[in-house]
């Protein structure tokens, strides 16, 4: 079933209604990440945001930007790129992921490395809660304390805590040049020890792992994005390349750091995404290819070295539920996480018939029980999206 | 609710077993021990714990709390007390617990650029600890050199370099939180990525209403390789105005934009001859950081973009001693004002940057229309502005007119599109402008949240969120304190 409400007003008659019609409601955009939640959208009903679409007010001079739920993040950039400015995140399909999805999914993709990620830009929301109240947190201005940070609570809540309509962000000057040095591929322990080094000797825009058949046929490879002025970024290059000899100058280098972020979602792909300290990184990709060898041909490994976050990409079931055996529990031992990140699905439900796609219940779980309780009293927005039956 | 008498307090002999928890170093009883306790930055009310409680460990908070919780006694958290919305004000909360004997930074990790350090730790400490390795923390709130690490926290706090790189929340991956029946919970982690709800950035900023924060892992910034710093002379602070729109318009963004106005030179004038022309209308003070390559031509734009803009004079720091010189007027701006008049009172607020001529403009009608002297000295590139209103408190009528004032002062602020508190918070101070920005049904939605937490409020009750029964009169604003 699908709505597309036209108004925040028809939005909350909806959410009103659902209690008695027993709907289970999630919000969506152009549906391009709709993989990313654990309880699976067949019985939910959708409620499209494309209502709520459009660029409402961007202050230029003040560097804010505010957006109904339903724009597009492509539309958005082309209207920043007009004033020399950008919203600095770039999660994978970014051209048709919508700003409501990027909230409530918590998109991010290289960039997050120096531009940080919806957390570090959101301002302000407007959400309808289970109640069908519409409820504003934050503001329009780059600094506020005043009130509880309800923004941040809805980023990466799979819609469970409310319904975006609006959000207002910070955004930054666009820069005036971006280039990427890409070192030669080798192991994967090398490899971050090089991406920690290559940091040490200029602080990267961004800087990521890719794994065999990303780049190249076999082997890890470093890519440093550098972005800002031309003297700083020539600098960089410069440092790195006396580095990492041997590696190539990308000049395109924003074309490559989309190709990256891409590859963290295709498609038909099951997603699997470790969080973990930076320095860890090396023996978990080394682990991880070792695990997943009989899959060689099909999966791929990608890493974000200053964030701490691995993702391991394949079609198959019994690899995905390898990568789990092997390395979930001591990956949550040491405080780190592994979870499906998304699946299609088909695939999800398959996985979820035998592990749990989120891991471990977290600690905190009855705090996070009663704030879906105090947000969503009824269960009416997206239960189960979240993971562990919220 | 939760609020206990002081004979309630006394029957439970309740400063004898917390003296069990914590070591009798650990409880302050006597009227003159507790006198320090009872205001924070913000003097314009006092009113003394009955008890003040020192735990020495996160493991003391749990036991103090989980006591106080079964007796029924609702508390205030309390880190170095340099707040200036009188968060840490007892009001119906007799018993305060500080965080000052939690001082253990725990784990230095540089390779992974995190630190875990306990509450009480201060500000400064955690850069300090780490500066060898050319990193630092990045939230530098002025009062950093006292002021705590779970302090800040609670605030959400800022400084003059958030415009580049951000405020607290930007700055903390987890952080350990006792709750008001003496659970301890760990929100966020040790790494950037945690499954679940951000329960972390409800914390941060919570003002002590959710519990008490005791630990904390912070991420670390690489301190930046140079900087360049200047200081513009205008006639106007529409032409200052006018340069903080066409630096930012040129896509540099400053590591510190601050602004100083006539009333303010003169008073920094008259009280260190730091060579400000008499006449002058504004001074804006402008650092840029980030590596050697990229300085010298930004720095060169910045200084056109200054005269292009009507600057009479650019000044700039050659080295680190004449850097220092250019910072002195803006560090003391304070010092300077407390000469002009027995009393002033700092304000925060703030209006998108683009408005501070405007709002600027407001202020001076404010003042002219309660017949006040109030300066400006304050963040311009995050439009977060600091009005201070210089006053005599045994002037009643004065007085009346200084509170009047910054009430005037917070509505233009949000008639602009801004908020009523930028950095300090909005404690006891700002409770009743509140709905000036959030309607009932947003400040309910608050107030659900905060009892998932704290079902009772015990923590820190009678805070940032209006409630009938405990409505604060103001009646004398004596906040000095800079920020």
Redesign the interface.
């Known amino acids: 079933m699908h709505e597309i409400p036209q108004s925040a007003e028809e939005a909350a008659a909806l959410i009103r209604r659902a209690p008695a019609e027993g709907w289970n409601l999630l919000a969506t955009g152009t549906g391009a990440h709709l993989a990313t939640g654990d309880a699976d959208e067949g019985n939910m009903v959708r409620v499209e945001t494309a209502g709520f679409a459009g660029i409402r007010e961007h ?6 930007v505010c957006v109904g739920a339903g724009t597009r993040l492509g539309e958005l950039a082309e209207h920043l790129a007009r004033a ?1 400015q950008w919203l600095p995140i770039d999660p994978p399909r970014a051209e048709e992921t919508t700003i409501g999805g990027l909230l409530a999914a918590n998109l991010s993709g290289p960039l997050r490395a120096s531009q ?1 990620r919806a ?2 830009l959101l301002l302000g929301i407007h959400t309808l ?1 289970g109640r069908g ?5 934050g ?12 923004p ?2 809805h ?3 799979c819609g469970g ?1 409310g319904l975006i309509l609006e959000a207002t962000f910070q955004v ?3 820069p ?1 040049v971006e280039h990427a040095w890409v070192a030669p591929p080798c192991d994967a322990e090398s490899a971050v020890a090089l991406a ?1 080094a290559l940091r040490a000797a ?2 990267p825009g961004w800087l990521e792992l890719a794994g065999s058949g990303v780049l190249a046929a076999d082997g890890v490879t470093v890519v440093a994005g550098a972005l ?5 970024v ?3 290059i410069a440092s790195w390349r006396g580095i990492a000899a041997g590696g190539r100058l990308e000049e395109n280098a924003a074309a490559l750091r989309r190709r990256l972020a891409d590859a963290t979602a295709a498609a038909d792909r099951i997603v699997l ?1 470790a ?5 860890r990184l090396g023996a978990l990709l080394a682990a991880a290819a070792e695990v997943g060898a009989a899959h060689k041909e099909s999966s791929t490994l990608l890493a974000q070295a200053t ?3 691995a993702r391991m990409l394949t079609p198959s079931i019994p690899c995905a539920l390898a990568w789990i055996a092997a390395l979930r529990g001591a990956l949550e031992e040491q ?3 592994l ?1 499906v990140e998304r699946a299609p699905s088909a695939l999800r439900q398959a996985l979820r018939a035998q592990t749990s796609l ?2 471990a219940t ?4 009855d ?2 029980r ?6 969503d009293p009824h269960g009416v927005l997206a239960v189960g999206r ?3 039956g919220i | 609710m939760g609020d206990k008498a002081r004979g309630g307090i006394e029957a439970a002999g309740l400063a004898a077993r917390l003296r069990v928890l914590v070591g009798a170093e650990g409880v302050i009883e006597s009227a003159a021990s507790l006198l320090p306790y009872e205001c924070d930055g913000y003097t314009l009310e006092r009113s003394a714990p009955e008890l003040v409680v020192l735990p020495g460990s996160p493991e003391e908070v749990q036991q103090v709390l989980r006591l106080l919780w079964e007796e029924g006694v609702a508390f205030v958290p309390r880190g170095a007390g340099t707040g200036l919305a009188g968060g840490t004000l007892p009001v119906g909360a007799p018993v305060m617990i500080g965080t000052s004997r939690l001082r253990a930074i725990e784990s230095i ?1 540089l ?2 650029r ?1 630190v875990t350090v306990q509450s009480g730790v201060v500000n400064i400490a955690v850069s300090r600890a780490v500066a060898e390795a050319g990193l630092l923390y990045a939230p530098d709130p002025s009062s950093q050199t006292v002021c705590t690490v779970g302090g800040n926290i609670a ?2 706090s ?1 400084g003059p370099h ?2 580049k790189y ?2 607290t ?2 700055h903390v991956l987890g952080l350990e939180m006792v709750l008001p029946d003496g659970s301890a ?3 966020g ?11 972390r ?2 914390a ?3 003002e002590g209403t959710l519990g008490i924060i005791t630990r904390a892992t912070l991420s670390l910034v ?1 301190a930046p390789a140079a900087c360049r710093t200047f200081l513009a002379i205008f006639d106007s602070v529409d032409e200052a105005s006018a340069v903080v ?1 066409a630096i ?6 400053p590591a510190a934009l601050e602004m100083l106005d006539a009333l303010i030179i003169q008073a920094v004038e008259e009280a260190f001859s730091v060579g400000f022309p008499a006449d002058a209308g504004a001074v804006l003070l402008i650092e840029l950081d ?5 300085l ?3 720095s060169e734009r910045v200084q056109a973009l200054c005269r292009s803009n009507g600057a009479r004079e650019v000044r700039v720091a050659n080295d680190e001693t004449e850097r220092a010189l250019l910072w002195k007027a803006r560090k003391r701006a304070f010092g300077a004002v407390g000469r002009l008049a027995p009393n002033y009172c700092t304000q925060d607020g ?5 408005r501070v001529p405007d709002i600027l403009r407001s202020i001076a009608a404010t003042a002219e229309r309660h017949q006040l002297r109030i300066g400006n000295v304050f ?1 311009a590139g ?3 502005i600091h009005p201070i209103i210089l006053f005599d408190e045994r002037d009643k009528d004065e007085v009346r007119r200084v509170l009047e004032a910054g009430r005037e002062i917070l509505e233009a602020c949000v008639a602009m ?10 404690g006891v101070e ?1 409770i009743a402008q ?1 709905p000036l ?3 009932p ?3 309910l ?2 107030t ?6 704290d079902p009772e409020h015990r923590a820190n009750p009678h805070k ?1 969120f209006p409630d009938a029964k405990f409505c604060v009169e103001a009646r004398t604003p004596r906040r000095q304190a800079p920020m």
């Open positions: 202050s230029a001079a003040d560097m804010t020399g940080g957390r570090d809660d109240d519409l409820i504003k947190g503001g329009k201005v780059v600094k506020n304390v005043a009130g509880y940070d309800l941040r609570l980023i990466g809540a805590l930054r000057p666009r005036e920690f200029a602080e800002g002025g031309h003297a700083d020539e600098s960089a995404k969080a973990l300290l930076p320095n964030a701490g976050v405080g780190g996480s979870i989120r891991g977290p600690a905190t779980i705090l996070m009663g704030v879906k309780a105090s947000m979240l993971g562990w | 990790d390779e992974n995190r605030e959400n800022g958030t415009l951000g405020v929340t930007n919970v760990t929100l982690g040790s790494t950037e990525d945690t499954p679940g709800y951000d329960l950035g409800i941060i900023g919570a690489r729109s930012i318009g040129a896509g540099i963004i980030g590596v050697e390559a990229g010298a031509e930004q703030v209006v998108p940057r683009t963040h995050d439009g977060n599109g801004g908020s009523i508190t930028g950095e300090h918070g909005v700002k509140m920005l959030f309607s049904q947003d400040l939605a608050m659900r949240l905060r009892e998932v937490f940032i």
